[in-house]
């Protein structure tokens, strides 16, 4: 190879190289950014679970017939 092709060669594959690097990079932070809003999302999931949590523990049992009170169901 004489000089001028080796230089073009190596030319070209520092411009794949800086192809390959820019597109990483977008990559990186396209993930980034899906990451930041997932990490909203699971913190938004979490207020909610707490919340239904909350309203689940604070029911009022008085609410619901004994069973003695209950009519039997249409099979008996």
Not at 14 to 39: H, K, P
Not at 55 to 65: C, E, H, Q
């Amino acid at each position: 190879m004489t000089s001028d092709n080796l230089e073009l060669e190596l030319q070209q594959r520092i411009n794949d190289l800086e192809c390959q690097v820019a597109f990483q990079e977008q990559t990186i932070n396209d993930l980034n950014d899906a990451l930041s809003q997932q990490q909203l999302q699971i913190s938004l999931m979490q207020d909610q679970m707490k919340f239904v949590v909350g309203k689940v523990k604070n029911l009022d049992g008085s609410n619901l017939a004994d069973a003695s009170e209950e009519t039997p169901p249409p099979h008996y």
